[in-house]
């Protein structure tokens, strides 16, 4: 209803609530028009509702030899066009499909494509730290800008030095203020965060700020013959303490269940769990059910089927977010102002 005050999910914004359907004005490249890949159906469709807005069609037929093919049932010359895709699973799948989607984008005209990717898979794969290795991050962000992407928007980036493989615009956001005010709201006695490593310690200090809760770090050793690793040591103290354990994504559950055992070893209590990106291995859910785990809380930047989705599990959705930072991309204003920066 117009004139109501609302909170952005996600975001420090409070705004009168936009109307529906939204009187949109076109801008220099004509207006919104959305397209969502396999993997973001559902979350194209919150975001459109909250802007809104009807998501556009494409057809999409996969043929026997495994070729991808996409039709766009409606003509994006001269529009914004928002292609909304995860690199989810099927990875290889959905990550052709995208690259498929934006030259269909481009060869009809598009005034300009903004490629938005909740989860950007091979982000950790940023450096060579080996000999004789790739840096895969790089490869997929040349990939994504020479398939005709004008702009992206991603969220959690692994780390943030992965926005200067890109030599297009874009803004990384974050589902820390989604997270932390959940947990807020909760209102958990006696708190105190966990990083589940050191590489994430400088973003775990955020929760415990925002939180008034003291920090602790799981120090570990990856392992990177087998891509496993090894907890070794918690840093802090965690003793009679209610733990909220933090990272950015979760696959196997392998490294979240060795800082649980040894943050229970130093005397925590209840253990509360919160990432971003659920890619959630079937490994990782048979572990999770068998963790004494109070909540975990996660967001739909990777869509879960129900076999993974757990009762104590908590999904935010990031939509509204989205939705906010494509209005305003596409209005040229502040995506900073979002979270007063």
Do not use: W
């Amino acid at each position: 209803m117009s004139g109501m005050l609302i909170k952005v999910p996600g975001t420090k914004l409070v705004k009168e609530a936009l109307p529906r359907p939204l009187r949109q004005e076109p801008g220099q490249y004509g207006h919104i028009m959305l397209h969502s890949g396999s993997a973001s159906k559902v979350l194209t469709a919150e975001v459109a509702k909250y802007l809104g807005l009807e998501p556009c069609h494409a057809e999409r037929i996969v043929f026997p030899n495994e070729n991808i093919f996409v039709q766009l049932k409606e003509s994006v010359r001269g529009q914004d066009v928002f292609l909304i895709q995860t690199m989810a699973h099927p990875l290889h799948d959905n990550f052709m499909e995208m690259l498929i989607l934006i030259d269909a984008l481009k060869r009809d005209s598009a005034g300009r494509i903004n490629v938005v990717i909740p989860y950007m898979s091979y982000t950790r794969s940023d450096k060579k730290d080996q000999p004789r290795v790739p840096i895969t991050a790089r490869l997929v962000a040349n990939l994504i800008e020479t398939a005709g992407a004008d702009r992206y928007i991603t969220v959690d980036l692994h780390t943030g030095q992965i926005q200067g493989f890109f030599n297009i615009p874009g803004d990384n956001l974050t589902a820390f203020h989604l997270l932390s005010d959940h947990v807020l709201e909760r209102k958990i006695p006696n708190l105190a965060v966990v990083s589940a490593d050191l590489g994430f310690a400088k973003k775990a200090r955020n929760f415990a700020e925002k939180l008034g809760a003291p920090l602790a770090i799981v120090e570990k050793r990856r392992l990177f013959n087998t891509g496993q690793s090894e907890a070794l040591t918690v840093i802090g103290d965690v003793d009679g303490y209610n733990v909220l354990v933090v990272d950015d994504e979760v696959l196997t559950g392998g490294t979240i269940a060795d800082v649980i055992q040894s943050v229970r070893e130093k005397g925590a209590r209840d253990v509360y769990l919160a990432f971003t990106h659920a890619l959630l291995a079937p490994q990782a859910v048979e572990r999770f059910k068998k963790l004494d785990i109070k909540e975990i809380i996660t967001t739909d930047t990777v869509p879960l089927p129900p076999e993974r989705i757990l009762p104590n599990m908590t999904i935010l959705s990031v939509a509204p977010m989205l939705g906010e930072v494509i209005l305003r991309t596409h209005e040229g204003r502040s995506v900073g102002e979002l979270f007063n920066e």
